[in-house]
């Protein structure tokens, strides 16, 4: 039997996931964090990004979060995030075009637009399309 830990993934909205896992991995400000049973405390910023899932027996879940905190206790994991949601629940459609809106509005010099709103509407769209990607790659 491996060794797991529990790890709450949560949103403002709801919860998404709640059981025993046996490794996470989350994208930090400083890059990607893995995080195993019995790791060291911790708490940390999360950009926007995947946390992947690691459950016992070795199945992946894959989950898109907007950006926020991460808590790690050595048996228990925390993700609080801005918004969560599966990656299988995603619209690919509506992350692309997203993404599309955000690159015109920041290519447009002429528009008034608030640089750091398009360019953070920028970053989720390239996420939520990531977590997609990884899913897909997960599933074939």
């Given at each position: 039997?491996a060794?797991?830990?529990?790890?709450?993934i949560?949103?403002?909205?709801?919860?998404?996931?709640?059981?025993?896992?046996?490794?996470?991995?989350?994208?930090?400000?400083?890059?990607?964090?893995?995080?195993?049973?019995?790791h060291?405390?911790l708490?940390?910023?999360?950009?926007?990004?995947?946390?992947?899932?690691?459950?016992?027996?070795?199945q992946?879940?894959?989950?898109?979060?907007s950006?926020?905190m991460?808590?790690?206790?050595?048996?228990?994991v925390?993700?609080?995030?801005?918004?969560?949601e599966?990656?299988?629940?995603?619209?690919?459609?509506a992350?692309?075009?997203?993404k599309?809106r955000?690159?015109e509005?920041?290519?447009n010099?002429n528009?008034?637009?608030?640089?750091?709103?398009?360019?953070?509407?920028?970053t989720?769209?390239?996420?939520?399309?990531r977590?997609?990607?990884?899913?897909?790659?997960?599933?074939?």
């Amino acid at each position: 039997m491996a060794i797991t830990t529990h790890l709450d993934i949560v949103s403002a909205e709801k919860e998404i996931f709640s059981g025993v896992v046996e490794m996470v991995v989350a994208t930090g400000e400083l890059g990607e964090l893995g995080i195993a049973p019995g790791h060291a405390p911790l708490l940390a910023v999360l950009k926007p990004g995947e946390v992947r899932v690691t459950l016992p027996g070795g199945q992946q879940e894959v989950y898109y979060i907007s950006g926020g905190m991460l808590e790690v206790q050595p048996f228990y994991v925390t993700v609080l995030a801005d918004t969560a949601e599966r990656a299988a629940d995603l619209d690919e459609a509506a992350a692309i075009a997203a993404k599309k809106r955000a690159e015109e509005a920041i290519a447009n010099k002429n528009a008034e637009i608030d640089y750091s709103t398009a360019a953070a509407e920028l970053t989720r769209a390239v996420a939520q399309i990531r977590a997609i990607q990884k899913l897909r790659k997960k599933i074939k």
